[in-house]
């Protein structure tokens, strides 16, 4: 089963991968950025699997390049509540 299967596991996965970026010293800057870098690749490469990958892909095929960022900061957010 992939990560990117259900939403809840992809939510997890980001969260430990978050906290193990933090961990390394990662500064939050550079975690948004490479976000960012993260969802254009998956807006790009990789087929929704569910419902809630399908909104935010077509989120991120109509948002400008600010708005983009400003939703991977979002999901960023989203998965640091989800770790505490």
């Known amino acids: 089963m992939s990560v990117l299967d259900n ?3 992809w939510k997890g996965f980001l969260s430990n991968r978050l906290q193990q970026a933090q961990q390394q010293g ?3 800057q550079t975690i948004n950025s ?3 870098e993260v969802g254009d690749y998956l807006a790009q490469n990789v087929d929704a699997k ?3 990958e399908s909104v935010l ?3 991120w095929n109509a948002a400008s390049e600010q708005e983009q960022q400003a939703i991977a900061s979002t999901m960023v957010k989203l998965v640091q ?3 505490k």
Do not use: C, H, V, W
């Open 7 to 9: 939403f809840d596991t």
């Open 26 to 28: 990662m500064d939050q």
């Open 34 to 36: 490479i976000a960012s």
């Open 50 to 52: 569910n419902k809630e």
């Open 57 to 59: 892909r077509d989120l």
């Open 81 to 83: 509540g989800n770790s």
